[in-house]
Structure formats: structure tokens, C-alpha cells
């Protein structure tokens, strides 16, 4: 019987090191790809905000559009279609008389729903492969049992540093020409999303494009070009250009670059150029990464609830007004203003500014955290459902932080904005 299989892309959106693809061109006689571009991610959620507003939707496309590319280098289709996964899969599985479906594992409630709904409406005998493949540390190969990761991250940190290792890369082979077929399906624009089209800002920190290419130009642009990767634990907490932190986030949201990829290649670097404090650092944040997936992995919706995974009590309030001048970039605050607007503007904040507006929405305004997760799940480049609901509940206080902090914005602009070129860079030109 001849094998069809058939990979369903929805966060693993790369050709290196990409477990699903790997297995099934090693296991069927045509391989195809899908990817659909869900509307339910296009819509308004329950607090007015588009959950995928057209920062990320515009990277989105550029990234899709890469993967059929790089596809058809290796003679596999990618159909693209703007609809519900239970709607179009089902249809191919038919068509294409497939015999197995690839896809990455995931956990939370949205992505497992349009799972389970694709599954029902599938009418065929169909193997339907899951593999974790958004890990630094595959999930197998930690020293803990899921139920038993730690509540703190430095205990899960040393301790995967100690017992785990972190897999080797995967590669994909070409497969025959055979396995070309016409596809005329085609990549959506912003406008077919229903989202406006607009110009990038001169001043974003990320400048760059979507799509695996440009991921792997980024590392090594950060690593080899410019060795910036040897200053990474001085530089991190910057505010201002391309090159304080890696901006690796936005590729491995979407899973254009995998984290394995990265750490192999700072193995190499570390053993050609210079092992020191910043490499390592970058690892260490890799690890953060995986901390909140196994944190998501472990609590599961509870990091959606407004007690977070510490069920935690507080007196939250949701005043319009103060949400509306906090996205505005309108508060009190020049830092945290200056913030707000580099992200409504690019779509990207560095992890400092991060934590200074989530600290002051939740802690010093006390809003309803969940309002401002959801406006960043909106608007980030880099959105991804563990870092941001894990890194909101740390800074809220229903989350991983044994010091249960809240950030004093002045201090931390005195700190990290001393001369005040980022508040200048975004408050100034504002006006126009
Ligand atoms: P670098 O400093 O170069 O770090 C390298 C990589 O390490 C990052 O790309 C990222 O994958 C990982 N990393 C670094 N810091 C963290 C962290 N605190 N938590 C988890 N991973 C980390 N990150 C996202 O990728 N998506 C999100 O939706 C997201 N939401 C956040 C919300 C809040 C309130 C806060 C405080 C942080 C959030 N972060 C999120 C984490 C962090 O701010 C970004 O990962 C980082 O700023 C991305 O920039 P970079 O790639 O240049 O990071």
C-alpha cells in the first residue's frame, strides 16, 4: 500500500531540525505539507483585542511564505488556506488518500480543541503522529516527572543542566521529484486577514523579516558576523537597537528556529571563538524558555485563570481608563510610556521594558492581569502562549517568583535608560 503522509505545520515552521518532517519523509512514499491560517486567530478576543494583530500576522505570512519556498527546494507541496483546520484537513486526508499525519505536540486548550475537532471530522484510518519538537530539553529526556517540575527555576535549571543533554539535529533528506505535485494554493496577504497594512517604524529594534532564512542569518549575524554573542550578559538588559539581545524570539515563537539549533551552534562558537559568561548566558535563557513550557505543561489552563498556579487572591480591577492610557503609552510613567509605544508602534519590547509595564499594569495599578497578557498576546512580534502567560504570572504575583517583586519604574529608568536616549527616541518624535 503506498504511504501519503501528510505534515500538518502550525508552530514548527522550518525545515532544520524539524522532527515531524524528518519522520515522515523517512516513513511514506509522498510527503505533503499544510498550514492553514485559522480566523478564530484573526478575530477579537473577549477583552476587544485582534488575537493576532498585523505585527505578528505580517511575520506570520513572511514565514509561510519562506516554508513553501524552502519546500519545494526539497520537491515537498505546503498547501496554505485562510480556514478552520477541521474544515480543510479532513478534505486533504480524503483527496490524498494519507495515511499518516505529522504534527508537533502541543497542550494548551486552543490548539488541542481544533486537534481533537480534526480528528472527529476525519473519516479515514489515519495515524496521527505527535512529537514535541519546541523544547530545548526534549520532555523524555528531563529528570523530572511532569506532575514534579519545580515551582522555582533554578532548581529546574541545575538540575537539567546536570542530568540532561540536549538532543542532536535532525535533517531532512529530498525527497524525489515524484513528490512534487502542483499546488496553487497561495500565502495570504494582511488584507485577506482582514488586518490594515502598514510601514515599519524606522526606530524598531527588529527590522528583520520572517521566515527560517533570515532566522539562521540572525544567529549567525549575532554569533559569527559580529560577535555580539560574546557581550550578551552586558548588553541584555538594553533598551535601544538591534543588537543588545539576540532577538532570536519572534523565530522561535513560530518555531522557524529551533532551540537546538541555536545552543549547537553556540557549542561551536564557545570551542572556536570564546566561551565565557554571555555565552553561557544565552543557554541559561534558553533554559527560562523551557521552564515556562514545563510550567504550562504541568499546570495547564490554571495559567490562563486570573489566580494563576498560586491561586492566589488579590484585589484586581479592569478601569477602561487606566487600560486605555497604559496601551496609549499615556500614564504617569515616561518609562513605562516610552515602552508602550515601541511596542503599539513595532510590535516588539525588550525583556526589560516587558517587565517594567507588566509590573506596573498588575502590580502598581493592580488591572486585571489577563487584560494586559491578552493585549501583549495581541500585539507581540514574538507572542508565544507559554513565555507570556508564564512571564505575566511571574510578574503578577501568581506565578514562579519567590520574591513576589514589584518594580520601581523610576529607579529602573535612572538604571537603564540613565541619559534617556530610549524615553527621548519614543516620547519625542511621538508628538509628530
Ligand atoms: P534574548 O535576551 O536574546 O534571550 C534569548 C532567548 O531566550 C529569547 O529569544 C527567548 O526565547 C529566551 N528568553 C529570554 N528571556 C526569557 C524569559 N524571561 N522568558 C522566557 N524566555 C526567555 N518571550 C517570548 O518569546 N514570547 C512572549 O510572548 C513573551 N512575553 C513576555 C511577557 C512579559 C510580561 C515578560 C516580562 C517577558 C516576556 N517574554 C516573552 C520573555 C522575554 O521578554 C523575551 O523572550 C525576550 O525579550 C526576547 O528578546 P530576545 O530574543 O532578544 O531575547
Known sequence: MTKTGLVWFRNDLRIHDQISLVKAAKENDFVMGIYCFDPRQYEKDRFGFVKTANYRAQFLIETVNALQQELSEYNIPLFVHIGNPEEIIPEYVKIHTITSVYLQKEWT????????????????????????????????DIPYEIAKIPQVFT?????????????ELETIS????????????????????????FEKDTRSAFPFKGGEKAGLERLKQYSWDTKKLSYYKKTRNGLVGTDYSSKFSAWLANGSLSPRMIYHEIQKYESQIVKNQSTYWMIFELIWRDFFKY??????????????????????NSDPKLIQQWIDGETAEPFVNANMLELKR???????GRQN???????????????????????????????????????????????????NVKLQAERYDTNKKFQNLWLQTSLF
Not at 495581541?378 to 504575583?397: A, E, F, K, T
Open 295 to 316: 510550567i504550562s505543561l504541568k499546570y495547564r489552563n490554571d495559567i490562563f485563570k486570573l489566580e494563576g498556579i498560586l491561586h492566589k487572591q488579590y484585589d484586581w
Open 174 to 197: 529530498k525527497m524525489p521529484k515524484k513528490n512534487r505535485v502542483e499546488q496553487l494554493t497561495k500565502v495570504p496577504t494582511l488584507q485577506d486577514l482582514g488586518l490594515p497594512d
Open 109 to 140: 486548550s486552543e490548539e488541542v480543541n481544533v486537534f481533537e475537532n480534526v480528528k472527529n471530522a476525519v473519516s479515514n484510518t489515519v495515524d496521527w503522529i505527535e512529537t514535541y519538537d519546541q523544547f530545548l530539553y526534549h520532555p523524555e
Open 346 to 352: 513595532t510590535g516588539w519590547m525588550s525583556n526589560r
Open 155 to 167: 532548581g529546574f535549571r541545575k538540575k537539567c543542566e546536570k542530568y540532561a543533554s540536549i538532543r
Open 357 to 407: 509595564v507588566a509590573s506596573y499594569f498588575a502590580r502598581t495599578l493592580q488591572l486585571d492581569w489577563r487584560i494586559g497578557a491578552a493585549y501583549f498576546e495581541s500585539v507581540l512580534l514574538d507572542y508565544d502562549v507559554h513565555s507570556n502567560y508564564g512571564n505575566w504570572m511571574y510578574v503578577s504575583g501568581v506565578g514562579n517568583d519567590p520574591r513576589n517583586r514589584t518594580f
